[in-house]
């Protein structure tokens, strides 16, 4: 399967030299006398990295072979981590270098959208926020409600997040899964 | 274009181009004028337009809606009309975006006995005295950008030092037409500067066009290319005169359009038989719809163009 130059827009998946891209900015452009052009910024879909690339109008452009599938964190297994198909109960196994520092914000039944590459796993978005508990933290000074003051701490992933001076040890917190940072104190879920 | 402007904002928004076009329309022509220019108009609906490769008329009943009134000016020349300027509507299938309508407002001039430098200077003193007209001065920003059209402000660049330069090659001396629009577009047009008009002067013959070789050079045409804030705004030329090298490049055009698909375009044989009558010239076609975008600090012909559609 191909796309021709007119498909380009904003948000499309493309395929260049076998790594996945998607078009982040489009414009036509077209010297007077010259031929018609397509000026893209697209984003590697693996590295995250974005580039220039202009397309001319007669190009054909390869659409690459992604699927998007909604799975369920199951356990992890070494530097594996297992996920479930609930509908179809397959298992299908992502490995640390996939998720990066994602891993540290699973837990167990999360449901996380997958995307995969030519039947590889490439990227995975989990939910926003998770609520983790600390497992580590010096004790929280009480009565500091100030929320702009951080102290370390751990969850059980050994993440290190920084959190206020009146959390402690046992506390659920709420996590922004895409800052890795602290939002608030949660009652345990 | 709605009906009628939601709010009072949109109204003054829309007076205001409205305004600013019929502005600039009055200063160019107060500067053809007081040069001794004959405005003219010739005809919009063609029985044939100059065949370009990359240029795709609009079909309308017997013929074409026109994508530049050059060769019918070119005829007025032939007949003796020495200087004369037009301001008007042309029409390009397909080109539609940010800097692209399908329809647009051209402002061409040309001058007998004179080549592409004398058209320098005229379009120097054209952009200060448009700038002064909407701007108040020679000097003003786009988008927060600085921009000088002041004529000591212009800077030249040759087509071959400028690829040299930022993609390291000389179409002038290895010519390859895929090649060279790409790393226009993505090398050299970022490249330039963009706080002041800058000319790409001397393109590679294949690219002349409508122009004629250098007398001392024929590698190259006397064809210069003007941009404003990095944008493409006019493109000038010494005239081809030369009736049997004008239909060489035309049928080599048509056969360029023919390997790709694109049907062939008829040859203008009244065009032909004048340009042997007609004297050396310089010409130019200068986009005012651009112009105008830049001078009414807009970032894309959508707010100059108010029936514009999507």
Request: proline share 6%.
């Amino acid at each position: 399967m191909a796309y021709t130059a007119a498909d380009l827009r904003k948000g499309l998946k493309i395929e260049l030299e076998g790594i996945p891209y998607e078009v982040t900015e489009f414009q036509f452009v077209k010297p007077g006398k010259g031929q018609a052009m397509y000026k893209c910024r697209i984003k590697n879909m693996i590295a995250g990295n974005t580039m220039e690339k202009t397309f001319r109008a007669v190009d054909k452009i390869d659409q690459p072979n992604i699927e998007s599938r909604t799975l369920h964190f199951s356990y992890k297994e070494g530097d594996k981590y297992v996920f479930m198909d609930n509908k179809t109960y397959e298992q299908v196994e992502l490995h640390e270098e996939v998720l990066g520092e994602q891993c540290h914000f699973l837990i167990e039944d999360l449901e996380c959208e997958v995307l995969f590459f030519n039947g590889r796993a490439m990227t995975i978005e989990l939910p926003a926020f998770v609520i983790k508990e600390i497992k580590e933290t010096e004790p929280g000074a009480r009565g500091d409600t100030a929320t702009n003051v951080l102290k370390p701490a751990k969850i059980d992933t050994g993440y290190e997040i920084g959190v206020p001076i009146f959390i402690n040890q046992g506390d659920f917190i709420r996590i922004d899964t895409r800052t890795g940072k602290y939002v608030e104190r949660v009652k345990q879920p | 274009m709605t009906n009628r402007p939601a709010d009072s904002e949109a109204l003054r928004g829309l007076r205001r181009v409205l305004e600013l076009r019929a502005r600039l329309y009055a200063a160019i022509r107060r500067f053809f004028c007081d040069r001794g220019f004959l405005e003219v108009e010739t005809p919009v609906l063609l029985p044939a337009n100059a065949p370009e490769e990359h240029v795709a008329a609009v079909s309308a009943g017997p013929g074409w809606l026109r994508t530049s009134p050059e060769l019918a000016m070119k005829r007025l020349l032939a007949a003796g009309q020495g200087k004369i300027f037009q301001l008007g509507p042309v029409f390009r299938a397909g080109e539609n975006g940010r800097w692209h309508h399908p329809e647009f407002t051209l402002l061409e001039w040309y001058r007998a006995d004179a080549g592409y430098l004398e058209i320098l200077a005229d379009a120097k003193e054209l952009l200060a005295a448009a700038a002064a007209a909407l701007r108040g001065a020679a000097d003003f920003a786009w988008r927060d950008v600085p921009l000088s059209c002041a004529p000591e402000s212009w800077v030249q660049l040759g087509v071959s030092e400028a690829f040299v330069a930022h993609a390291g090659w000389d179409p002038a001396r290895e010519f390859d037409a895929d090649r060279f629009d790409l790393d226009l577009v993505s090398r050299v047009e970022p490249a330039l500067p963009a706080d002041r008009p800058v000319v790409l002067m001397d393109y590679p013959a294949p690219l002349a066009a409508l122009a004629r070789r250098k007398p001392d050079d024929p590698a190259r045409a006397e064809r210069w290319e003007l941009y404003l804030g990095g944008v493409e705004l006019a493109n000038a030329y010494s005239e081809l005169t030369d009736p049997a090298e004008q239909r060489a490049r035309f049928e080599a055009a048509n056969a360029r359009r023919r390997a790709r698909g694109a049907a062939p375009y008829p040859l203008d044989e009244a065009f032909l038989a004048a340009l042997a009558q007609m004297p050396p010239a310089g010409g130019i076609a200068l986009g005012v719809d651009r112009l105008l975008m830049i001078l009414a600090d807009a970032a894309s012909l959508d707010a100059v163009l108010p029936f514009r559609n999507g």
